[in-house]
C-alpha cells in the first residue's frame, strides 16, 4: 500500500500543500526548521490520530489557524483506493473519515495506514520504559493476527474490572473469581500471540540486523510478564494481598517486555546512538518484513532524519534494507546528495526540497 496523493493544511509551518508521492522513495531535504518532519508529523497524524512529537495535537495547528487537516488517498496493492482524513480544532474536536464515514476508533485508521517511524527518539525502543517495547511488539501482533485486538480488549476490560475491585473492594467471590478466568484466558490468548510473533520475528531480525551492522552476540528475547513456570491464575491468587496493597494487578501481559542484551550486557547501555539506531531500525525492517508475509499489505516507513549518527556505509545498507522492502518510504535529511546514490537503478525516487514551509517537487 502507498499513499498516492496528500494534502495538508495548517500542520505547523507548512503552506497548504498537496503531494503526488512516489510509491516507494520519497526524500524530503531543507534547513533545519524548514517542516520536513512537521510533513513526517502529519502523515503520523493520519496513521495513529496523534502526534510523534507532542501529547497533545493543539501545538500541531498551525498558529492562527482554527483547525489543522491532512488528507490522503491510499492506493492498495491490489489497485483498490480508500481516501481517509483527519481533522484536528482547537476546540479539541477530533474527526477522522475512512471512505467518507466517521471512523469508530483510532486502530481502525491503524487498520488502513500501518506506519512504521524511525526518528531521532527511536533509542528509546531500547532503553525507554517497557512499555514502548510493548507498543511495538503489539503492533506487529496487531497487523499479522487478527484475533490479537479482541482479546486485547477483552484484557483491558478484566483488568479493569479487577484493579476496582483490588482498591474499593466491590465485588463478591465468585464475581472475583469470573473476572480472574476471564483475566487468566484472554492473557494466555495474548501471550500466545506475542510469543508466536516473536518467534516469527527473532529469525528476520537477526538477519536483517547482521546486513546492517556487525553486532556478534545480540539476543532478542520476550518476558511475557508472569513466570514462565506458572499459570497466572496462581501467580495473580499468590499476589493478591500485595496487588489489593497496591491497588493494581502487578503480574500479567501489561507487564510483558522485550529484552535486547548484548552478551552480559543490556545493549542499551553498552552500544553507541548509532549502533542502537541501527538495531532499531533492524526491528522495524523486520516488522515490515513480517506483515508483507502475513499478507496483509505493506506498512509505509517514516524516516526522519535518516543520515544522523550513521556513517556512509551504515548509511548505504539501511537504504538498501528499505529498498528490498518494496514498500513507500517518507525520509528526510539536510543535504539531499547523501541519499541520492543508495537506491536499485529502477527504484522511482523522488525529491522533494522543504524551504519555509513550502514544499515543492525537484523536477
Ligand atoms: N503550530 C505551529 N505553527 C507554525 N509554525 C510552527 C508551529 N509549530 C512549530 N512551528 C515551526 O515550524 C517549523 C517546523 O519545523 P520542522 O521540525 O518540521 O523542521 P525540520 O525541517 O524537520 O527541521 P530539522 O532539520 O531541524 O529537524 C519550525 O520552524 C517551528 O518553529
Same mark, same amino acid.
Given at each position: 500500500? $502507498?499513499?498516492?496523493?496528500?494534502?495538508? !493544511?495548517?500542520?505547523?509551518?507548512?503552506?497548504?500543500?498537496?503531494? $503526488?508521492? =512516489?510509491?516507494?522513495?520519497?526524500?524530503?531535504?531543507?534547513?533545519?526548521?524548514?517542516?520536513?518532519?512537521?510533513?513526517?508529523?502529519?502523515?503520523?497524524?493520519?496513521?495513529?490520530?496523534?502526534?510523534?512529537?507532542?501529547?497533545?495535537?493543539?501545538?500541531?495547528?498551525?498558529?492562527?489557524?482554527? +483547525?489543522?487537516?491532512?488528507?490522503?488517498?491510499?492506493?492498495?496493492? #491490489?489497485?483498490?483506493?480508500?481516501?481517509?482524513?483527519?481533522?484536528?480544532?482547537?476546540?479539541?474536536?477530533?474527526?477522522?473519515?475512512?471512505?467518507?464515514?466517521?471512523?469508530?476508533?483510532?486502530?481502525?485508521? *491503524?487498520?488502513?495506514?500501518?506506519?512504521?517511524?524511525?526518528?531521532?527518539? $527511536?533509542?528509546?525502543?531500547?532503553?525507554? +520504559?517497557?512499555?514502548?517495547?510493548?507498543?511495538?511488539?503489539?503492533?506487529?501482533?496487531?497487523?499479522?493476527?487478527?484475533?490479537? /485486538?479482541?482479546?486485547?480488549?477483552?484484557?483491558? &476490560?478484566?483488568?479493569?474490572?479487577?484493579?476496582?475491585?483490588?482498591?474499593?473492594? !466491590?465485588?463478591?467471590?465468585?464475581?472475583? *473469581?469470573?473476572?480472574?478466568?476471564?483475566?487468566?484466558? +484472554?492473557?494466555?490468548?495474548? #501471550?500466545?500471540?506475542?510469543?508466536?510473533?516473536?518467534?516469527?520475528?527473532?529469525?528476520?531480525?537477526?538477519?536483517?540486523?547482521?546486513?546492517? @551492522?556487525?553486532?556478534?552476540?545480540?539476543?532478542?528475547?520476550?518476558?511475557?510478564?508472569? #513466570? &514462565?513456570?506458572?499459570? /497466572? $491464575?496462581? @501467580?495473580?491468587?499468590?499476589?493478591?494481598?500485595?496487588?489489593?496493597?497496591?491497588?493494581?494487578?502487578?503480574?500479567?501481559?501489561?507487564?510483558?517486555?522485550?529484552?535486547?542484551?548484548?552478551?552480559?550486557?543490556?545493549?542499551?547501555?553498552?552500544? =553507541?546512538?548509532?549502533?542502537?539506531?541501527?538495531?532499531?531500525?533492524?526491528?522495524?525492517? +523486520?516488522?515490515?518484513?513480517?506483515?508483507?508475509?502475513?499478507?496483509?499489505?505493506?506498512?509505509?516507513?517514516?524516516?526522519?532524519?535518516?543520515?544522523?549518527?550513521?556513517?556512509?556505509?551504515?548509511?548505504? *545498507? /539501511?537504504?538498501?534494507?528499505?529498498?528490498?522492502?518494496?514498500?513507500?518510504?517518507?525520509? !528526510?535529511?539536510?543535504?539531499?546528495?547523501?541519499?541520492?546514490?543508495?537506491?536499485?537503478?529502477?527504484?522511482?525516487?523522488?525529491?522533494?526540497?522543504?524551504?519555509?514551509?513550502?514544499? !515543492?517537487?525537484?523536477?
Amino acid at each position: 500500500m $502507498s499513499l498516492s496523493r496528500v494534502t495538508v !493544511t495548517a500542520v505547523r509551518n507548512l503552506q497548504a500543500v498537496t503531494l $503526488s508521492p =512516489s510509491p516507494r522513495i520519497n526524500i524530503l531535504y531543507g534547513a533545519n526548521g524548514s517542516g520536513k518532519t512537521s510533513l513526517l508529523e502529519a502523515i503520523y497524524l493520519l496513521g495513529l490520530a496523534r502526534s510523534f512529537r507532542s501529547q497533545r495535537l493543539q501545538p500541531v495547528i498551525q498558529y492562527e489557524q482554527a +483547525a489543522c487537516t491532512v488528507f490522503a488517498q491510499v492506493a492498495h496493492a #491490489d489497485g483498490g483506493l480508500c481516501n481517509l482524513g483527519v481533522s484536528r480544532d482547537r476546540q479539541g474536536d477530533f474527526s477522522i473519515r475512512i471512505d467518507g464515514q466517521n471512523a469508530r476508533s483510532a486502530a481502525q485508521l *491503524a487498520e488502513v495506514l500501518p506506519l512504521q517511524l524511525i526518528n531521532p527518539d $527511536s533509542f528509546r525502543l531500547l532503553e525507554g +520504559a517497557p512499555k514502548i517495547r510493548r507498543q511495538f511488539l503489539d503492533w506487529g501482533v496487531f497487523h499479522v493476527e487478527p484475533r490479537f /485486538l479482541g482479546a486485547w480488549q477483552r484484557l483491558q &476490560k478484566a483488568l479493569r474490572q479487577r484493579n476496582s475491585w483490588l482498591r474499593h473492594g !466491590t465485588l463478591d467471590g465468585p464475581s472475583q *473469581a469470573a473476572w480472574d478466568r476471564e483475566l487468566s484466558l +484472554a492473557s494466555d490468548e495474548i #501471550d500466545g500471540y506475542r510469543r508466536a510473533y516473536i518467534q516469527a520475528l527473532k529469525p528476520v531480525f537477526e538477519k536483517v540486523l547482521r546486513e546492517l @551492522v556487525e553486532l556478534d552476540g545480540l539476543t532478542l528475547s520476550y518476558y511475557r510478564g508472569w #513466570d &514462565k513456570d506458572r499459570e /497466572l $491464575s496462581a @501467580v495473580l491468587a499468590g499476589s493478591l494481598l500485595r496487588d489489593q496493597q497496591l491497588g493494581h494487578t502487578q503480574a500479567g501481559p501489561q507487564r510483558a517486555d522485550l529484552r535486547l542484551r548484548a552478551g552480559a550486557h543490556n545493549a542499551a547501555d553498552i552500544l =553507541s546512538r548509532g549502533q542502537q539506531k541501527l538495531v532499531v531500525c533492524a526491528l522495524r525492517i +523486520a516488522q515490515g518484513h513480517l506483515m508483507g508475509q502475513a499478507k496483509r499489505g505493506q506498512c509505509i516507513y517514516l524516516v526522519d532524519d535518516l543520515p544522523s549518527e550513521l556513517d556512509e556505509q551504515h548509511r548505504r *545498507a /539501511l537504504c538498501r534494507l528499505l529498498d528490498e522492502l518494496d514498500c513507500q518510504v517518507f525520509i !528526510t535529511c539536510v543535504e539531499h546528495e547523501l541519499l541520492c546514490n543508495g537506491w536499485r537503478a529502477d527504484t522511482p525516487v523522488a525529491l522533494f526540497h522543504v524551504e519555509q514551509g513550502r514544499i !515543492t517537487p525537484w523536477e
